[in-house]
Nanobody, 118 residues
Framework: QGKFVESGGGLVQPGGSLRLSCAAS????????MGWYSQAPGKQRELVAS???????NYRNSVKGRFTISRDNAKNMVYLQMNGLKPEDTAVYYC????????????WGQGTQVTVSS
């Protein structure tokens, strides 16, 4: 079944942009709502945005209007376009199905670090 593999993070100045990518095997991607999660140092992992198989999206209030989640069902990929980045967006970002219960714990990947700093 595999895991999700995230990429695209990095160091960016406030106001900058990044595009995160998440690759998955079809078996854990194609029929599921997908989400991007963030985990800041010392904090719990939290849902940032989610997208259904039909493309309906939801966002955490703090990222509305700045982040855009999308998915490519043909490629088993999900993306997070991050614009207007703020220092408080600094975190490790992960993707997984949404919501996550104990059954989905085994799909967590390494995540990708996003650091917003001048």
């Amino acid at each position: 079944q595999g895991k999700f593999v995230e990429s695209g993070g990095g160091l960016v100045q406030p106001g900058g942009s990044l595009r995160l990518s998440c690759a998955a095997s079809e078996s854990i991607f194609s029929d599921y709502v997908m989400g991007w999660y963030s985990q800041a140092p010392g904090k719990q992992r939290e849902l940032v945005a989610s997208i259904t198989t039909a493309g309906e999206t939801n966002y955490r209030n703090s990222v509305k209007g700045r982040f855009t989640i999308s998915r490519d069902n043909a490629k088993n990929m999900v993306y997070l376009q991050m614009n207007g980045l703020k220092p408080e967006d600094t975190a490790v970002y992960y993707c997984n199905q949404a919501p996550v219960y104990s059954m989905q714990y085994k799909y967590w990947g390494q995540g990708t670090q996003v650091t917003v700093s001048s």
